[in-house]
């Protein structure tokens, strides 16, 4: 079902944007993941898209000393769709 108005369209088909940090034996790839960074990641993925609704938010961790490890963002949500 998508909700409509006069100005946007909320479709219920669900984009995904992610933002990693990767850690290469101790050294970071960047300084940390970025939120924004997924937000847009994931408003990019369709055109028209101005916004996101109904959005989850998930963030995540995990290293195995010495050799490698992911810090990272992942965002979900519903597209808004500007007419």
């Given at each position: 079902m998508n909700i409509k108005s006069n100005i946007h369209t909320v479709e219920n088909k669900r984009v995904i944007g992610k933002d990693t940090a990767h850690i290469i034996f101790f050294i970071?790839?960047?300084?940390?993941?970025n939120l924004k960074e997924a937000?847009?990641?994931?408003?990019?993925?369709?055109?028209?898209?101005?916004g996101l609704a109904?959005?989850?938010?998930?963030?995540?961790?995990?290293?195995?000393?010495?050799?490698y490890?992911?810090?990272?963002?992942?965002v979900e949500g519903n597209p808004i769709i500007e007419k």
């Open positions: 970071p790839t960047k300084r940390a993941p937000i847009d990641n994931a408003i990019e993925k369709k055109s028209g898209v101005v109904d959005v989850t938010l998930k963030r995540g961790f995990w290293y195995i000393p010495g050799l490890g992911k810090d990272y963002y992942v």
